[in-house]
């Protein structure tokens, strides 16, 4: 069973960076698509950016792009959020989530079978 673990939050000024990290184990990384999304209080869960099997393309919500990155490690089973230019609006938990497919990956929650406890990035100004 597929079973993914975040870690890497913390706490920031604006303009910092952090590097998240999804573990993996259950499977082989290489036939998931895995997205990370977050949650922030009140709100709710939002696609942030995901990476689809084989590493074919990546996506990236309009409010991230150009300052998050997305990468994934298949021999060492993990995928990485590499975060900078960090604004007070990027506070949340954040969470990978996961799925054994070909098809592109989405930012849409349901399209997931598994995800994360999540972590927590705080932003503050």
């Known amino acids: 069973q597929l079973q993914l673990q975040e870690s890497g939050g913390g706490s920031v000024e604006a303009g910092g960076s952090l590097t998240l990290s999804c573990s993996f184990s259950g499977g082989r990384l290489d036939n998931y698509a895995i997205g990370w999304f977050r949650q922030a209080p009140g709100k709710n869960r939002e696609g942030v950016s995901c990476i689809t099997y084989g590493d074919l393309k990546k996506f990236y919500a309009d409010s991230v792009a150009g300052r998050f990155t997305i990468s994934r490690d298949n021999a060492n089973g993990s995928v990485t959020l590499q975060m900078t230019n960090l604004k007070t609006e990027d506070t949340a938990i954040y969470y990978c989530?996961?799925?054994?497919?070909?098809?592109?990956?989405?930012?849409?929650?349901?399209?997931?079978?598994?995800w994360g406890q999540g972590t927590q990035v705080t932003v503050s100004s």
């Open positions: 989530e996961g799925r054994q497919t070909s098809f592109p990956c989405s930012q849409v929650d349901s399209f997931y079978a598994s």
